[in-house]
């Protein structure tokens, strides 16, 4: 069932080893993985999904397995038990990432006396990967976490390189660590489950790698589009791999984002605002990541980084997959004249600004990305 593994390490002053993500063909099967007979298991374990994921049929036989009941007096959470091993379940959606959820975790943990040696076992999209690993840091100051990612976005993004956190003030990922998997379990037959906003939001994230680091993805893209739409198994497959690929060679090189790794942020700082703005969860990540894309090539071309025809070509193509180019955004057009001063706001607020001054990555041209800050006037008039 395990077709391939790629491994990547982190620098030896890190605190960190390494992250072994494997990949899996055919229906996902987390119980063989997780109960296999044949394999001791070292540890105990605190499984951690939502709502949405413990009703899937591809998880049932794995919910089924924890038939125990355990105790329900702790918020916001319920639980079951197979032996030592725990499965938690909380409330679906970025509403849900919080630091009460955080809390009711460690609550879980404590409660059933686990030590230093256990490991956190994320099931599910962004959301529950960058809590779970969050709660696993500061759990008794660190133990070990692995992902299950269960969305497109995960597989392809969110679930590499250790990034953590929680919203805070509605402000995204404004309390967190760095802290990464030591497995990741990645069944991309996963994304046949997702709904079609989720599934969107996880192609977002790939089109943005793709404008970083792959030319021939992009040109995937362009000549493969009814096949991607369709969630065709081999093509779909590609992308995750290819853009876990390209994730993992930055991390390793640049684990707490201090040189290359910023690049990831194109189309960031302009997203988490949006979403920010709109009501966290009311816009998913990865369309807010493509509406920002957008607002970043129209940026580098008004500061004559890239030419009018590049950032003209990526915005139609990205247009043709259903993506929202215009500068005022659908969720924003009842916001009236405050909509850009409160973007604005928002993006002075993101983490990455190292000043007063807004820290963007944009682009010369395909493959060819630069962090630069910007003045609000330019801001201003790719967002009118």
Not at 103 to 120: G, M, P, Q, Y
Not at 161 to 186: C, I, Q, R
Not at 223 to 244: P, Q
Not at 354 to 379: F, H, P, Y
Request: charged fraction near 25%; glycine fraction near 8%.
């Amino acid at each position: 069932m395990k077709d391939k593994t790629f491994s990547f390490s982190y620098p030896a002053d890190s605190g960190f080893k390494g992250t072994d993500i494997h990949f899996y063909t055919g229906t996902p099967d987390l119980q063989k993985i997780f109960f296999n007979t044949d394999e001791k298991k070292s540890s105990q374990r605190l499984f951690v999904t939502d709502t949405t994921l413990s009703s899937l049929p591809a998880l049932k036989n794995f919910i089924d397995f924890f038939t125990d009941s355990g105790d329900t007096s702790i918020p916001g959470i319920t639980y079951g038990k197979h032996g030592t091993d725990i499965l938690a379940v909380i409330g679906a959606g970025e509403k849900f990432k919080t630091m009460d959820s955080i809390l009711s975790i460690e609550s879980v943990a404590i409660k059933n006396n686990f030590n230093r040696n256990c490991t956190f076992i994320a099931i599910g999209g962004g959301v529950m990967s960058d809590m779970v690993a969050f709660a696993a840091s500061i759990f008794k100051r660190g133990v070990s976490v692995d992902f299950v990612p269960t969305t497109l976005l995960s597989m392809v993004d969110a679930s590499i390189g250790g990034k953590t956190g929680v919203d805070f003030s509605n402000y995204k990922n404004m309390v967190g660590t760095f802290w990464p998997a030591k497995n990741l379990h990645v069944w991309p037959d996963f994304v046949k489950t997702l709904p079609e906003k989720e599934f969107r939001s996880g192609l977002g994230e790939a089109f943005k790698t793709a404008l970083l680091f792959n030319e021939e993805m992009l040109n995937l893209f362009r000549t493969e589009k009814d096949k991607v739409l369709a969630r065709d198994s081999e093509i779909i497959g590609k992308v995750i791999f290819e853009c876990a690929k390209a994730k993992a060679i930055i991390v390793e090189e640049d684990l707490r984002e201090h040189g290359r790794r910023a690049f990831l942020n194109l189309g960031h700082t302009f997203g988490h605002a949006l979403e920010s703005v709109a009501g966290l969860g009311d816009v998913t990540h990865g369309e807010a990541v493509m509406w920002g894309i957008g607002r970043a090539l129209d940026l580098s071309e008004r500061l004559s980084l890239c030419t009018k025809e590049y950032a003209e070509s990526c915005k139609e193509l990205f247009a043709a997959y259903g993506y929202d180019m215009n500068p005022v955004p659908e969720a924003l057009k009842s916001f009236g004249e405050n909509r850009i001063r409160s973007l604005i706001e928002a993006m002075r607020k993101d983490k990455k600004n190292q000043s007063s001054e807004i820290r963007l990555t944009l682009q010369k041209g395909l493959c060819d990305t630069v962090i630069q800050t910007a003045s609000d006037s330019d801001i201003e008039a790719v967002l009118a």
